[in-house]
């Protein structure tokens, strides 16, 4: 299995940018695809984005696409997400999250291990 530690969230204005990592431990890190979640006060935990074993592939949904940045360093066993051009939207606790599944899945029930998540509030 692998343990998942995030950091990086704070508190930004909007207009501003953040970088998350996700430091891995454990197993083979570059065995897994890479999953960014997050979830507001009061909804639903939702995709953000996703990056394959070798870093070659990204997905994002269309909420974040074109400001958000989903990349990896395997040789460091650490998931990136950049985020720029935030807004009060963005404010949620981000987790980062780990999946055998081949594929970059948006379920979060195909992850099978998951950080304690970070903090992100955009103020306005």
């Known amino acids: 299995q692998v343990q998942l530690l995030e950091s990086g969230g704070g508190l930004v204005q909007a207009g501003g940018s953040l970088r998350l990592s996700c430091a891995g431990s454990?197993?083979?890190?570059?065995?897994?695809?890479m999953g960014w979640f997050r979830q507001a006060p009061g909804k639903e935990r939702e995709f953000v984005g996703g990056?394959?074993?070798?870093?070659?592939?990204?997905y994002y949904v269309d909420s974040v696409k074109g400001r958000f940045t989903i990349s990896r360093d395997n040789a460091k066993n650490t998931v990136y997400l950049q985020m720029n051009s935030l807004n009060p939207e963005d404010t949620a606790v981000y987790y980062c999250?780990?999946?055998?599944?081949?594929?970059?899945?948006?379920?979060?029930?195909?992850?099978?291990?998951w950080g304690q998540g970070t903090q992100v509030t955009v103020s306005s």
């Open positions: 999250a780990a999946s055998t599944v081949i594929g970059i899945a948006n379920n979060k029930n195909m992850y099978a291990y």
């Open positions: 454990g197993r083979t890190f570059s065995n897994y695809y």
């Open positions: 990056i394959s074993r070798s870093g070659s592939s990204t």
